[in-house]
């Protein structure tokens, strides 16, 4: 509904229906507008909304906000009246003339004077046609707002968020008396003129024209494409509205058919190498996937809700069993849901979905256009009626949903930190799609080659079921792993160099054999630190308390990073020049320190200068079908060598990679977060998995600094069993999840003694109050202490029972509502995945 609110008029989301007395000095103010006549969230929706703005202490406006797409459903503009100020000088103006002493130019005072007569009648009007009736822009408008000559309003309309194409249709009768039955190659105006039906009217050459076009299609063709084709005949776009006028043709529209955006190497017809590769619904099932799969299926047809965690090595055919696991949960009548990590990753898997589900399948993700997300969000609805959808695959805020008889939730790579939401409402997408299939009876399936600890002690204490697929299929075997001592090769090259010997030599002779290589480097840009050899200063970004790095500008056609100047913070966006000299001592001599995914491109170009190269990061996947592209290149072997960032572990199958190479991905291990030793391995295993997934062996080679450390050791091993315990006994001995829950609570400021004195205010709180079984670090700086100009101080908690920490986090934030910490500047986050 729209309601009015501080002078706007604002979307609201009625919860409770009531006759409640209003407290004293409240007034009630109607309505405006009902905008949905059946609720848009049933009530196990607004259960789940409650459970998430309890466990994470979130308001429930913006819980309910995450799980509708408004934003296309309401249209927001400004409108303006004149003021009581307005009205007084447009009467002063015309009895003494403008005023010599505004700044503003004769032209400009003009324009002003131009407003206030267009709004003298006291009716408000839009910004747009304001603007385009007397050439006033923006800047002058909100200059007579100050001055109050103006009064602004932000209003909202609802809006129609469908897309819909219009579709030309020939009348029924029409098509019974013979037009149906012609091809427009075939028909000729004679015909008609020589032999008219004696219900049909006399029609011209370009009418015959437009009616041959539509009865060659069955009578149905979209305007915009009959428009096309007539245009091509020479035939004028009057000849069909005059059709409509009358009444052999009729326009009516129906709902856009939404394009997946499908990556090219899933068509069949596209005639490269991976066009014979067979989707996951293609493959026979081995014996440990038929046991998933069993597991699964028996656990949807008990009924109730039934987690399991699906531990599978990469390579395993996890995919397979998803796709043979939704295949149950439809044909037992019921819909599924499946959630990826990455933006990147669902258009590969909603292609092959597609393949096996067709036009039951729908795509929820925060790339698409608000009004392609509406109109996905309203066919998930509608579920398998009237062109709904059954299957759901999306990113995180996909496990919102609306989805009819949800049988199946499946969360694919359950460890990607990308299902934990970084703003409000700070919810996990994981642990939200457990509950969702706890409130709804469902089974929850949650799969990885590297479980989350969280998971993995789930299963341990007997709350999910643990269905393990240990061998990869057609027994391939997992990649050999070798490490490469970092130290050492310095020792013996007296200087540091991206690449090892031995990864340049082995990546040489895997090309020269036609197999292709990926490798990893986990940072972007050219260089990511710029220091001063003099005082060692390096240069900040000037809004966060974060090294800039050293981007090169593309130019070339083939994507060969240039020579160029240009800093970038990869927090804020902020860019600037490389400075000539050093901003703290002012040295010339500034030193670029570290090595980009750019700067590795360079290098391997300069090293393999046959060989086809690919860049996959941040800064060449920036449009809506970046990755499609590349990854349609690789899969054809178009692209040879692949080097990037973490992009490049996730997910994708290329059965011509036969090496893999890892270069400085344990700097990770370095960062103040408890969970680095665990991304560590995560990122190791899941990169090594890209290779030998085909029918050729693969090999992983990993360059380190820190070959002793137990992440990198258990990661080339491929024993996840051996890293957890180990993982654990820190833990443990730490307090920390999963042996412990926590969260984090940050103070922002855009003032530091502000954030500084909200913070010590907390501090002494904690002090006093000492919430039963909570222990609190804190409050300090936070990693990152300032960012986007706002600087940040935090505390960590960290409890036993769930239920000791929600208390203290909810007496908190009521003690620091009434000691004057704004809630904007207070950041809870439950189950915190960065500390940072």
Not at 478 to 493: H, N, Q, Y
Not at 542 to 561: F, Q, R, W
Not at 720 to 736: I, N, P, T
Request: net charge positive.
């Amino acid at each position: 509904m729209l309601v009015p609110f501080s002078g706007q008029r604002l979307m609201g989301v009625v919860v409770r229906v009531h006759d409640d007395a209003l407290p004293e000095g409240v007034e009630a103010k109607p309505v405006q507008t009902v905008m949905d006549r059946t609720p848009l969230l049933d009530e196990g929706q607004m259960e789940l909304a409650r459970w998430i703005a309890q466990y994470y202490c979130a308001p429930i406006g913006e819980v309910i906000r995450g799980m509708l797409p408004l934003s296309a459903e309401v249209k927001r503009q400004w409108v303006y009246r004149i003021g009581a100020a307005g009205r007084r000088v447009l009467y002063e103006g015309a009895a003494k003339g403008a005023s010599r002493r505004s700044r503003l130019t004769a032209e400009e005072q003009n324009r002003e004077y131009a407003v206030l007569n267009y709004l003298e009648n006291g009716e408000a009007a839009k910004a747009g046609a304001l603007r385009s009736a007397t050439g006033a822009n923006r800047g002058l408008l909100e200059g007579m707002v100050r001055k109050k000559w103006l009064e602004r309003e932000a209003v909202a309309e609802e809006r129609d968020a469908r897309r819909v194409v219009r579709v030309a249709v020939l009348k029924t009768g029409n098509r019974e008396q013979g037009i149906g039955r012609s091809e427009p190659n075939q028909l000729h105006p004679t015909t008609y003129s020589q032999n008219p039906s004696p219900r049909l009217p006399k029609l011209n050459e370009n009418q015959l024209a437009v009616m041959a076009e539509l009865a060659a299609v069955d009578g149905r063709m979209a305007v915009p494409e009959l428009k096309e084709r007539l245009a091509k005949r020479g035939v004028p776009e009057s000849s069909l509205a005059t059709l409509v006028k009358r009444g052999l043709v009729a326009i009516e529209e129906e709902a856009e058919r939404f394009v997946l955006g499908l990556p090219m190497f899933y068509e069949r017809d596209m005639g490269h190498p991976d066009s014979r590769k067979r989707h996951a619904h293609e493959h026979a099932l081995n014996e440990e996937q038929m046991e998933a799969v069993g597991t699964i299926a028996a656990a949807m047809l008990k009924g109730g809700f039934r987690p399991h965690l699906l531990y599978g090595v990469t390579g395993s055919g996890k995919t397979t069993v998803y796709f043979a696991a939704m295949q149950r949960a439809l044909d037992a009548g019921r819909s599924a849901l499946l959630l990826v990590p990455e933006i990147g990753l669902t258009p590969a898997m909603a292609g092959q979905m597609y393949a096996a589900f067709g036009d039951h399948v729908a795509l929820l993700h925060s790339g698409l256009t608000p009004d392609e997300r509406a109109e996905q969000w309203h066919r998930i609805r509608r579920g398998g009626l009237h062109g709904g959808a059954r299957i759901v695959v999306g990113t995180r805020s996909a496990v919102f949903a609306p989805m009819q008889r949800l049988g199946l939730v499946i969360v694919d790579e359950e460890h990607d930190s990308s299902y934990k939401q970084e703003e409000t409402p700070r919810y996990h997408g994981r642990d939200v799609a457990v509950m969702r299939a706890k409130l709804l009876g469902a089974t929850v399936v949650l799969g990885s080659a590297t479980p989350s600890l969280e998971s993995w002690a789930n299963a341990e204490r007997g709350r999910y079921a643990l269905v393990e697929m240990r061998h990869r299929v057609m027994s391939r075997p997992l990649p050999v792993v070798e490490t490469i001592d970092m130290r050492a090769e310095f020792g013996a090259v007296g200087k540091e160099e991206i690449f090892s010997r031995q990864l340049v030599a082995e990546t040489q002779a895997t090309l020269d054999r036609g197999e292709q290589v990926i490798l990893l480097l986990n940072r972007r840009g050219y260089s990511f630190v710029v220091m001063c050899r003099s005082c060692g200063d390096r240069v900040e970004c000037e809004n966060c308390a974060i090294s800039m790095t050293y981007h090169k500008p593309v130019t070339s056609e083939d994507g060969l990073a240039q020579p160029g100047q240009r800093l970038e913070c990869h927090y804020c966006g902020f860019r600037r020049g490389v400075p000539k000299s050093c901003p703290q001592c002012g040295s010339e001599h500034l030193y670029f320190l570290g090595a980009g995914s750019q700067q590795g491109e360079e290098k391997l170009r300069e090293l393999f200068p046959n060989a086809r190269i690919g860049r996959m990061d941040r800064d060449t996947v920036r449009g809506r079908f970046d990755m499609e592209r590349l990854l349609a290149r690789l899969h054809s072997g178009e692209i040879n060598l692949l080097v990037g960032t973490q992009m490049i572990a996730k997910g994708h199958d290329i059965h011509g990679v036969t090496l893999v190479g890892v270069v400085g991905a344990d700097h990770a291990l370095g960062l103040p977060d408890f969970r680095a030793a665990e991304r560590v391995f995560q990122l190791l295993t899941q990169v090594s998995g890209r290779a030998g997934r085909g029918e050729l062996p693969g090999r992983v080679l990993v360059q380190t600094y820190y070959p002793e450390h137990y992440a990198v050791k258990f990661a080339a091993r491929h024993d996840y069993a051996g890293f957890v315990a180990k993982e654990m006994q820190f833990r443990r001995s730490l307090h920390y999840p999963p042996l412990a829950v926590l969260a984090n609570v940050l103070i922002q400021s855009g003032k530091m003694e502000e954030a500084a004195a909200w913070a010590e205010a907390l501090g002494r709180w904690f002090e006093c109050e000492k919430p039963l079984g909570v222990r609190v670090l804190g409050p300090a700086a936070a990693p990152i202490s300032r960012l986007k100009r706002v600087y940040r101080l935090h505390f960590i908690l960290k409890a036993e029972r769930r239920a000791a920490l929600g208390a203290a986090l909810r007496k908190m934030l009521e003690f620091a509502g009434g000691a004057g910490v704004p809630r904007r500047n207070l950041v809870v986050d439950v189950d915190a995945v960065h500390l940072m």
